[in-house]
């Protein structure tokens, strides 16, 4: 089969990885790709949320299967616009992709489908917004609508930093068009793990859970980043955590897509609070998360390529899928500055070595015109190591950082420990 895997970063290259052991895929591209990724695939010069060219491209080279791999095309309706042209598709239609891309969306249908969620309130304007904060005090949580980079989320502490934060989404714009609905609720506490699952549009399928690590320093300190790090499986997660999950959160969930008319093919993400009144949903994504794929593909045993091709044609149930035994861990080598401000086309040195030890995937890396891999963005590496327990895939993975360096080289040196 000929595949192509839309996208760029760390996420797209283990999907690549993995998707490259498989011996149905005989020719493998991406788009737009990275550094790394063309270790494994063909890059392709598309961007990823040029709908239009990637089916244009995907047309005329005859690819069999597309994998939609980032949020914003999936939204966009990438895979709607592909399954139009007569190619098989993997991730969720835009009806379906909604779930991600509008909190408001997703706050209605846990509420009317009574899956456990913080109780919230939805606002169109500024000054109901601020009178909702003052009447329930903090603290309280303010979230963009829409599509905001995983940034337009906002835990205040006190009401005045709360008020700041609608200000700034709904009179000055912060987000742009994301911020003219906010969603304000209750701040829940307790302790964070992912689910991300399979799904066909009937059937489920729970991945390993993971936990990953959002903020920029040690001991989770400093700005919110697209993740420092991750693990699985996530030792919270206890089985009888996994089996109520299930029952009031997975499994009413896609029960609750399709009976609205927006069956989910794909990956969805359940990012939960495991509070003391039970697991709740703090939100959904509509495809794999970045970077718990690295570790969570890296303990995958079953062909990729089947699964996805299950999730596709619906029949997910008729599939066996395997894990391995022991942990995985991934650790992030991030620019000097990320998030804020960084430099990129530093060389990176040590590849070759930290790769006979762990899989170093590739999230923003590029070849200048030496010829030399070169840094990229500002997740640039995610190294990861499976080992027979956590603590083991931890070391592992922390010793295959070191042979790497480049300037300002920066990383967090406790995930998977906090
Ligand atoms: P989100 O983009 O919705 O995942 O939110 C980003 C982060 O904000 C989450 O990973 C949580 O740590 C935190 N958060 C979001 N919603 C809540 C909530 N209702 N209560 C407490 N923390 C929250
Ligand atoms: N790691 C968080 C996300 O992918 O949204």
Same mark, same amino acid.
């Given at each position: 089969?000929?595949?192509?895997?839309?996208?760029?970063?760390?996420?797209?290259?283990?999907?690549?990885?993995?998707?490259?052991?498989?011996?149905?895929?005989?020719?493998?591209?991406?788009?737009?790709?990275?550094?790394?990724?063309?270790?494994? !695939?063909?890059?392709?010069?598309?961007?990823?949320?040029?709908?239009?060219?990637?089916?244009?491209?995907?047309?005329?080279?005859?690819?069999? &299967?597309?994998?939609?791999?980032?949020?914003?095309?999936?939204?966009?309706?990438?895979?709607?616009?592909?399954?139009?042209?007569?190619?098989?598709?993997?991730?969720?239609?835009?009806?379906?992709?909604?779930?991600?891309?509008?909190?408001? &969306?997703?706050?209605?249908?846990?509420?009317?489908?009574?899956?456990?969620?913080?109780?919230?309130?939805?606002?169109?304007?500024?000054? @109901?917004?601020?009178?909702?904060?003052?009447?329930?005090?903090?603290?309280?949580?303010? @979230?963009?609508?829409?599509?905001?980079?995983?940034?337009?989320?906002?835990?205040?502490?006190?009401?005045?930093?709360?008020?700041?934060?609608?200000?700034?989404?709904?009179?000055?714009?912060? &987000?742009?068009?994301?911020?003219?609905?906010?969603?304000?609720?209750?701040?829940?506490?307790?302790?964070? /793990?992912?689910?991300?699952?399979?799904?066909?549009?009937?059937?489920?399928?729970?991945?390993?859970?993971?936990?990953?690590?959002?903020?920029?320093?040690?001991?989770?300190?400093?700005?919110?980043?697209?993740?420092?790090?991750? &693990?699985?499986?996530?030792?919270?997660? %206890?089985?009888?955590?996994?089996?109520?999950? %299930?029952?009031?959160?997975?499994?009413?969930?896609?029960?609750?897509?399709?009976?609205?008319?927006?069956?989910?093919?794909?990956?969805?993400?359940?990012?939960?609070?495991?509070?003391?009144?039970?697991?709740?949903?703090?939100?959904?994504?509509?495809?794999?998360?970045?970077?718990?794929?690295?570790?969570?593909?890296?303990?995958?045993?079953?062909?990729?390529?089947?699964?996805?091709?299950?999730?596709?044609?619906?029949?997910?149930?008729?599939?066996?899928?395997?894990?391995?035994?022991?942990?995985?861990?991934?650790?992030?080598?991030?620019?000097?500055?990320?998030?804020? !401000?960084?430099?990129?086309?530093?060389?990176?040195?040590?590849?070759?070595?930290?790769?006979?030890?762990? /899989?170093?995937?590739?999230?923003? %890396?590029?070849?200048?015109?030496?010829?030399?891999?070169?840094?990229?963005?500002?997740?640039?590496?995610?190294?990861?190591?499976?080992?027979?327990?956590?603590?083991?895939?931890?070391?592992?993975?922390?010793?295959?950082?070191?042979?790497?360096?480049?300037?300002?080289?920066?990383?967090? %040196?406790?995930?998977?420990?906090?």
């Amino acid at each position: 089969m000929k595949v192509l895997v839309v996208g760029g970063g760390g996420r797209e290259h283990a999907i690549c990885w993995k998707l490259a052991q498989s011996p149905k895929v005989t020719e493998l591209y991406c788009a737009p790709g990275n550094a790394g990724i063309a270790q494994v !695939a063909t890059c392709v010069p598309v961007k990823a949320t040029d709908v239009e060219n990637m089916v244009k491209w995907a047309k005329e080279n005859a690819m069999d &299967f597309v994998m939609v791999a980032p949020d914003d095309p999936l939204a966009l309706g990438m895979v709607d616009a592909l399954e139009a042209a007569g190619i098989p598709a993997f991730g969720p239609r835009a009806n379906a992709a909604i779930i991600e891309a509008s909190k408001a &969306f997703s706050k209605s249908l846990m509420k009317k489908y009574h899956i456990p969620t913080a109780k919230y309130e939805t606002f169109t304007e500024l000054d @109901k917004a601020l009178a909702y904060i003052q009447e329930q005090g903090a603290p309280i949580v303010v @979230k963009a609508d829409g599509l905001a980079l995983g940034k337009g989320v906002v835990v205040a502490q006190t009401v005045e930093e709360a008020q700041q934060a609608v200000r700034e989404m709904m009179e000055d714009h912060k &987000f742009g068009a994301s911020g003219s609905t906010v969603v304000i609720e209750e701040c829940m506490v307790g302790p964070e /793990v992912t689910v991300l699952a399979f799904c066909d549009g009937e059937h489920l399928v729970p991945m390993l859970s993971s936990q990953d690590h959002k903020r920029a320093y040690d001991g989770n300190q400093g700005p919110n980043t697209g993740g420092m790090g991750a &693990f699985c499986p996530s030792p919270k997660y %206890t089985p009888e955590i996994a089996q109520r999950c %299930t029952r009031e959160i997975f499994l009413p969930t896609v029960e609750a897509l399709k009976a609205e008319g927006r069956p989910f093919k794909g990956v969805i993400y359940f990012g939960l609070m495991l509070t003391q009144d039970g697991p709740k949903v703090v939100e959904y994504n509509a495809r794999f998360g970045d970077p718990e794929t690295q570790p969570i593909l890296s303990m995958l045993d079953t062909d990729l390529m089947d699964i996805f091709q299950a999730c596709v044609d619906g029949t997910l149930d008729q599939v066996d899928i395997k894990w391995k035994q022991g942990a995985a861990c991934c650790i992030v080598l991030a620019s000097g500055g990320y998030p804020v !401000a960084y430099e990129k086309g530093y060389p990176i040195s040590g590849l070759e070595e930290a790769g006979k030890q762990a /899989v170093v995937f590739h999230a923003g %890396t590029a070849r200048n015109e030496a010829g030399e891999i070169v840094t990229a963005g500002g997740r640039v590496l995610g190294v990861t190591a499976v080992g027979s327990n956590l603590e083991d895939a931890i070391a592992k993975a922390y010793a295959a950082c070191k042979p790497i360096t480049w300037q300002d080289m920066h990383f967090r %040196t406790d995930i998977g420990k906090v």
